[in-house]
């Protein structure tokens, strides 16, 4: 008997910590129920909170075209990329000495400067910063302008930067040695090695031109988008050749005048001058 009232103690003793284990088992799956129901409600929410953000969030759009479809620059004649070069502003400021004086206490608007060959227009905005607003410079083709008297505008004084490339030079240095061109003066900025070409010694035996050479070589810059995308950044500052103004004043007389006026300028501190070719190649002997 004894024996019987242990055991049976024993199996209920059993039964409970049984119904104990399957009790916490169950209290066990009811959290882990609880705790998936309440992520799953929290996934939901944010979920629905992140796409109601998103709605509510204006669309960004795009500022202005990408580089890549903008279009080129087009003109109404050939040209070659190459050549699309503005002149910076200290190249005019070498030369505002001389631009004064044969402006000779004229107001601004009454002294007209004619530039040929159209880039982007900047050479306008330089001149009018130095105090000089009145500038021809007009998208058009200048050789044919050239050949009609009735458009052909009227100026004071002929400065420009020409294209280097093709016979560009050559025609300009024809059309300012010409009988049409009269005894107008011209500024011409063009590379070092224009002086020893056969078609400029030839045109300019008669004339007296002399240069003004600067110590610090000319920076040109391109306008963006006129030169064809490159892998390099070559093309975004240019001075592939040294180069130097080209200057003739119309007759011997203003020549001289502005020979001397320059002397004593500013301008003498930052470039050379040079009478003659001669003078040129002593320069470049100082300068070795």
């Excluded at 002399?210 to 390099?232: A, H, L, M, T």
Aim: with cysteine.
């Amino acid at each position: 008997m004894g024996k019987n009232k242990r055991s049976k103690r024993k199996q209920r003793a059993r039964g409970s910590q049984g119904h104990d284990v399957k009790a916490a088992a169950t209290e066990g799956n009811k959290e882990e129920s609880s705790a998936t129901s309440i992520g799953e409600k929290r996934k939901h929410i944010v979920t629905e909170s992140c796409a109601t953000s998103a709605a509510k969030r204006p669309r960004q759009e795009t500022e202005g075209p990408s580089q890549s479809t903008q279009e080129e620059p087009s003109f109404p004649y050939p040209t070659d990329p190459d050549d699309h070069c503005e002149s910076p502003i200290d190249s005019y400021q070498d030369v505002l000495p001389l631009l004064r004086l044969l402006r000779n206490n004229r107001q601004p608007d009454a002294f007209t400067i004619y530039d040929p060959y159209y880039c982007d227009g900047a050479v306008k905005d330089n001149f009018a910063k130095l105090g000089f607003p009145n500038v021809y410079n007009q998208k058009e083709d200048c050789y044919s302008i050239w050949t009609d008297a009735h458009k052909y505008p009227k100026f004071d004084v002929f400065v420009t930067n020409p294209p280097y490339s093709g016979d560009h030079i050559e025609k300009l240095m024809k059309h300012v040695t010409s009988k049409e061109f009269g005894n107008r003066p011209w500024f011409l900025l063009m590379p070092n090695w224009v002086h020893k070409k056969d078609y400029f010694v030839n045109l300019t035996k008669t004339l007296n031109v002399f240069y003004i050479v600067p110590r610090k070589r000319y920076v040109y810059k391109p306008p963006q988008n006129f030169r064809e995308s490159k892998k390099s950044d070559v093309h975004k500052k240019s001075s592939p050749f040294v180069s130097m103004w080209y200057i003739y004043g119309g007759n011997e007389a203003m020549n001289n005048k502005l020979i001397q006026h320059f002397l004593r300028s500013e301008s003498a501190n930052s470039c050379d001058l040079a009478r003659s070719k001669s003078a040129l190649r002593d320069l470049r002997r100082k300068k070795r």
